[in-house]
């Protein structure tokens, strides 16, 4: 069964900056696609970042210039660095990954997602 286990939430204040990472795991031989997501109090989720397994990055607009996202394959890991964060940043982060390929070679095409971490920005 495939898990993905975030780290790296908190507060902060306006203007800092924090690291998220997300680890997946269940005998897994690759992922095509691992993303952040996040959703702030009474709003809809959103994507904030994408990265897929050959490089290609997309950033939503409301993050571009301030977050980067990166991902080791060999360890099934995606990180988020978010520099000069601010009050709107506020939201439980979530990472999701899809389209898995597992051991033996079983090819899993729904979305699965994290359970979530806090990150609140103080103004």
């Known amino acids: 069964q495939v898990q993905l286990v975030e780290s790296g939430g908190g507060l902060v204040q306006a203007g800092e900056s924090l690291s998220l990472s997300c680890e997946a795991s269940g005998n897994i031989i690759t992922i095509n696609v691992m993303s952040w997501y996040r959703q702030a109090p009474g709003k809809q989720r959103e994507l904030v970042a994408a990265?897929?397994?050959?490089?290609?990055?997309n950033y939503s607009d409301s993050v571009k210039g301030r977050f980067t996202i990166s991902r080791d394959s060999a360890k099934n890991t995606v990180y988020l660095r978010m520099n000069s964060l601010k009050p709107e940043d506020t939201a439980v982060y979530y990472c999701?990954?899809?389209?898995?390929?597992?051991?033996?070679?079983?090819?899993?095409?729904?979305?699965?997602w994290g359970q979530g971490t806090q990150v609140t920005v103080s103004s």
């Open positions: 990265h897929t397994r050959v490089g290609t990055t």
């Open positions: 999701a990954v899809t389209g898995i390929t597992v051991e033996p070679a079983v090819f899993m095409s729904g979305q699965y």
